[in-house]
């Protein structure tokens, strides 16, 4: 018995944002410290490129894991309707009590795009670059349901200080 072949599909589109990274659930000190030049009260921007990739069976008879047309919209509601262009902490409500992290964006880039794919099971990554050198993958849901075994590995010597999207 021979199985379908599977193949990843990619659509990649660009849009530009601004925004602070800046916490809430911490001190303007510890905001500081944390996210150093990219914690300027009045933002800065980027020029971010998305990918956004399925992953099934080639159909047989339409020879696609899924109509590229079908990406194109679900990115274009997400993307360029709700993102591109905007304040991302004062435009877009996702933002208003989180961080906007690259992985928090990418986080909201997947959830969203997940809600208009007619298959959405199908979606396997949003890769978002923040900068040629910076990029964030995400894959669904982290296995763990108990975020305490990351806390508990993680040691204030080992961890990244400075989170800073924009650092080299």
Same mark, same amino acid.
């Given at each position: 018995?021979?199985?379908?072949?599977?193949?990843?599909?990619?659509?990649?589109?660009?849009?530009?944002?601004?925004?602070?990274?800046?916490?809430?659930?911490?001190?303007?000190?510890?905001?500081?410290?944390i996210y150093g030049k990219c914690n300027n009260p009045?933002?800065?921007?980027?020029n971010y490129t998305v990918e956004v990739t399925v992953r099934g069976p080639i159909e047989k008879?339409?020879?696609?894991?899924?109509?590229?047309?079908?990406?194109?919209?679900?990115?274009?509601?997400?993307?360029? +309707?709700?993102?591109?262009?905007?304040? $991302?902490?004062?435009?877009?409500? =996702?933002?208003? %009590?989180?961080? *906007?992290? !690259?992985?928090?964006?990418?986080?909201?880039?997947?959830?969203?795009?997940?809600? +208009?794919?007619?298959?959405?099971?199908? $979606?396997?990554?949003?890769?978002? =670059?923040?900068? %040629?050198?910076? *990029?964030? !993958?995400?894959?669904?849901?982290?296995?763990?349901?108990?975020?305490?075994?990351?806390?508990?590995?993680?040691?204030?010597?080992?961890?990244?200080?400075?989170?800073?999207?924009?650092?080299?």
């Amino acid at each position: 018995m021979s199985q379908q072949p599977v193949a990843l599909l990619t659509r990649k589109e660009c849009f530009s944002a601004s925004h602070r990274l800046h916490s809430k659930h911490l001190s303007d000190e510890e905001n500081a410290q944390i996210y150093g030049k990219c914690n300027n009260p009045n933002g800065h921007g980027h020029n971010y490129t998305v990918e956004v990739t399925v992953r099934g069976p080639i159909e047989k008879r339409t020879g696609m894991v899924m109509n590229i047309t079908d990406i194109k919209l679900a990115m274009d509601a997400v993307i360029f +309707k709700q993102l591109d262009h905007k304040n $991302l902490d004062k435009d877009v409500d =996702y933002f208003k %009590d989180l961080p *906007s992290t !690259t992985e928090n964006l990418t986080i909201f880039i997947w959830d969203n795009i997940r809600d +208009k794919l007619k298959y959405a099971e199908l $979606l396997y990554e949003v890769k978002v =670059y923040e900068t %040629d050198k910076n *990029s964030v !993958t995400y894959r669904g849901p982290y296995p763990y349901n108990n975020n305490q075994y990351l806390q508990n590995k993680r040691s204030a010597k080992t961890s990244c200080t400075n989170i800073s999207s924009d650092s080299d």
